[in-house]
């Protein structure tokens, strides 16, 4: 019995076929987006100065809305499995 030796080798780099994918780039575009709401959302609603807001009062805000941004793409019923 003879085998062939199977020679497998990726043509591209980790980051395009993990990242740079559509779903890859939907992604990080509404994880952003979610970001970009959540600032929005506590800059409207606690109505403060920009000058005198601090990073420790807008991070929780900011990385709620990127959650919710990346749930939306990555939750079982968004990639028809539910």
């Avoid at 994880?31 to 800059?43: D, E, N, R, S």
């Avoid at 409207?44 to 793409?73: E, R, W, Y």
Wanted: glycine share 6%; aromatic share 16%; proline share 2%.
């Amino acid at each position: 019995m003879e085998f062939k030796k199977l020679d497998i080798k990726s043509d591209e780099s980790w980051f395009k076929r993990t990242i740079w994918t559509s779903h890859g780039k939907k992604t990080l575009i509404y994880t952003l987006l979610g970001a970009v709401v959540g600032f929005i959302l506590y800059f409207v609603s606690d109505d403060k100065q920009f000058s005198s807001m601090t990073l420790n009062d807008v991070f929780p805000n900011i990385a709620m809305g990127a959650l919710f941004g990346f749930f939306i793409t990555n939750s079982p019923c968004a990639r028809n499995k539910c």
